[in-house]
């Protein structure tokens, strides 16, 4: 098996994984959880996709609400100081980022004449 | 603003925001696909999946790049919070446009080959040890998953599952995909292009982008510094006679967390400054219908009990207040979401 | 900090009419803006070349002597219009595939090919038909090829996948286009170094790796870039092969 099989394998078995926590979730879990989820059957099938990927997201957060573990204040604070990162990352990383691109680009050689190194050595055949 | 969750709680204005919103990228497709091969005087024309994966592929940048000005714009410029509202959707039909740039892609360059097209995808060029050549594609395959996860978990249900500080640190996954995006091009197409037209407009949306993001920033902290408070047993907020009716002052508190101090008819009350939809700043709302309301989804609260009127469900945290004089100071301990604290209840002519 | 004490707009109710104009006026730049940069891009695009199928010249079939190089070449005994006696034709398979399972056997033979032409200015390519309808043995007597040697060379260009480049693909070479190319080179596809200047009347030159080998790994990493190598050129016919020496492969600055 090459790299790219592996990669791809693992992601089918991440998504496989996925899909059963999906069922389970979908099935059981969310109607446990989250009242607004009750008699609400329609939405369901919009957050397939999103659980075959942060399936274990979702096993940690079903824990924290079955558990009792989720605080309520850790929900009204929100990341906003990364605003601040963001507003200087993204606009530093923009100009390396083309900067370097651009510095790459290569002009076509046509001056560059073909030049002879050595006379032929045989007439083979 | 659930009651039971439905696909899209669909409104006028989310109409109107997609109307044009399509219109827009359709419009942009359109032009690209059918008017633009008439004008470009090719010997040859350029073969329709490549025409077709570029026309996509820009629709997506440009797409991405429009939905990233608006949160500063909006931040710096409160007019522009509409653009903000159904921002969410602009964010899907993106993923789908760049969802169909990657299929022309895969379709065309990497099919044709005895090997597997999403296994020719990952092995084709394994040159990673160099900047020009470097695989490129390895960018659009992160902003596409990072697009697709984004759009995944747009629902209001996994804002409420994961809480709105996961789901939007998740969803900050947006900026390392848009450098991922310019990385893409400026590795890829960029490198050929001889015509810089592309150059000129891809340059010039990625620093528009990054300086907004710079000045909206800056702005933040300014507004940080001027309503930041030092550690104490009870806060000073203001005095009272700076407050008006119907309006917030919004106060950062030691532990990180923010305030909003409300007057509502002549009576001050307290609640969290984050909207428990997805922590929009509450403070920088006002109060309508005697309910405070979110200035970007228009969730609302009884500014009393932080609770949203039946038969919503959401609540947010409450603080105590109290007056010394005319100033007006707040408790940093928040309450539990939904507790009731009285109002105070200011005298006559203690405020504008 | 200031207060927003302008118009506020709540998303399920109407918006305020002190907003409308503001409003409108965005949808207006943003529809507009949309596509004025679909137009402004989609036709700032470069000019592709002049590479193609030509499945106008209808299915080609001609006879010649089989030569691996190891990239299979057919020496043209017997031609026709658009493939004249003389030429030495590159062969390739359908796609990303190559013939040489098909041809191996028939080095040095008199072989009837068939299928359809790829063209590029001076550069050309016969895509072969399936199994044997693509490559046969034929009758009659095998004409001796001649090889000259031109000596090493040092040139400057770029090495393509030849069949994108002859115009299976358009666009069929530059960076945006490594990935496939490494991809056909890969499945053995005939790659071709476009010469900064001809070399010896010719822009285009089969190349391959020393000794009679195929594409060294090494060159992969070099593909589709502006780089000067240097290498053994030999004259097969009216086509030119260059022997790559990998270790003198460097990209231009």
Not at chain 2, 47 to 66: E, I, P, S
Not at chain 2, 67 to 76: K, S
């Amino acid at each position: 098996m090459n790299q790219a099989e592996a990669i791809l394998l693992g992601l089918r078995i991440w998504g496989s994984i996925g899909a059963v926590i999906a069922a389970m979730f979908l099935t059981i879990g969310m109607d446990r959880i989250d009242d607004d989820a009750r008699d609400a059957y329609i939405f369901r099938p919009l957050l397939i996709p999103s659980i075959l990927v942060i399936w274990p997201l979702v096993l940690w957060r079903w824990y924290l609400y079955e558990s009792g573990h989720e605080h309520w204040a850790r929900r009204y604070d929100p990341p906003r100081k990364a605003h601040f990162y963001v507003g200087w990352v993204l606009p530093v990383g923009i100009c390396l980022i083309i900067l370097t691109g651009l510095s790459q680009r290569q002009t076509w050689p046509a001056e560059t004449a073909p030049v002879q190194l050595s006379e032929p050595t045989e007439i083979s055949q | 603003m659930s009651v039971k969750y439905i696909p899209v709680q669909w409104n006028w204005n989310k109409y109107i925001y997609d109307a044009v919103m399509l219109l827009g990228a359709g419009l942009f497709l359109y032009v690209f696909l059918y008017a633009a091969p008439g004008i470009l005087s090719h010997e040859r024309p350029i073969n329709a999946q490549v025409h077709n994966a570029r026309a996509f592929g820009a629709c997506a940048f440009v797409m991405l790049t429009v939905i990233l000005c608006i949160g500063p714009l909006a931040r710096l410029d409160p007019r522009f919070l509409p653009l903000l509202y159904n921002r969410r959707h602009f964010g899907v039909m993106t993923a789908f446009v760049a969802i169909t740039h990657a299929g022309y892609i895969v379709d065309w360059y990497f099919a044709f080959s005895a090997s597997n097209k999403y296994e020719a995808l990952l092995f084709a060029n394994t040159s990673y040890g160099q900047l020009a050549g470097f695989p490129f594609e390895v960018f659009g395959i992160f902003a596409l998953f990072t697009l697709i996860l984004l759009a995944a978990t747009s629902h209001d249900f996994w804002m409420k599952f994961l809480s709105p500080p996961v789901w939007k640190r998740i969803h900050y996954l947006i900026y390392p995909a848009y450098l991922s995006v310019v990385a893409h091009v400026s590795f890829g197409i960029l490198q050929d292009q001889q015509n810089h037209v592309f150059t000129a407009i891809f340059v010039g949306g990625a620093l528009a982008v990054g300086v907004l993001h710079l000045l909206a920033a800056l702005k933040d902290r300014r507004t940080d510094a001027a309503t930041s408070t030092a550690a104490a047993d009870w806060v000073e907020v203001c005095d009272v006679a700076e407050m008006n009716d119907g309006f917030a002052k919004i106060r950062l508190l030691a532990n990180g967390e923010r305030v909003a101090v409300y007057l509502n008819e002549g009576r001050l009350s307290a609640i969290s400054n984050s909207c428990a939809h997805q922590n929009g700043p509450l403070g920088e709302g006002r109060i309508i219908d005697c309910l405070v309301t979110c200035p970007w989804h228009g969730f609302q609260y009884d500014v009393t009990n932080g609770r949203s009127p039946a038969p919503f469900t959401e609540k947010v945290p409450t603080y105590n207040l109290k007056m010394d004089g005319t100033a007006v100071f707040v408790d940093p301990r928040a309450n539990p979401p939904g507790t009731y604290v009285e109002p105070l209840r200011l005298r006559d002519g203690t405020t504008s | 900090m200031k207060q927003n004490r302008g118009p506020f707009f709540v998303g399920y109710l109407p918006a305020p009419e002190a907003l409308r104009g503001f409003l409108l006026a965005v949808c207006v730049l943003f529809v507009a803006g949309l596509a004025g940069f679909g137009l402004a891009i989609g036709v700032a695009q470069d000019d592709p070349g002049d590479g193609a199928f030509r499945f106008d010249y209808g299915r080609q079939t001609v006879t010649g002597v089989v030569e691996l190089t190891p990239y299979p070449l057919l020496r043209v005994t017997e031609g026709n219009e658009h493939i004249p006696a003389g030429h030495t034709l590159i062969l390739a398979g359908t796609g990303k595939t190559n013939v040489e399972s098909r041809a191996i056997p028939l080095e040095g033979q008199l072989a009837q090919v068939s299928g359809v032409m790829l063209q590029r200015g001076a550069l050309d390519m016969l895509q072969l038909r399936g199994g044997r309808n693509g490559i046969s043995a034929a009758e009659g007597a095998v004409t001796p090829m001649e090889t000259v040697s031109l000596g090493r060379w040092k040139l400057a260009g770029e090495i393509c996948d030849g069949k994108c480049l002859a115009g299976a693909m358009r666009p069929g070479r530059g960076l945006a286009h490594k990935a496939c190319a490494n991809l056909c080179l890969l499945g053995k596809v005939p790659p071709v170094f476009v010469s900064s200047q001809p070399v010896e009347g010719s822009e285009f030159l089969l190349i391959t790796g020393p000794d009679g080998t195929h594409l060294p790994e090494k060159a992969y990493h070099y593909v589709a870039q502006f780089v000067s190598l240097e290498g053994e050129v030999e004259r097969r016919g009216d086509l030119l092969v260059l022997r790559l020496d990998p270790e003198t492969l460097e990209v231009l600055q």
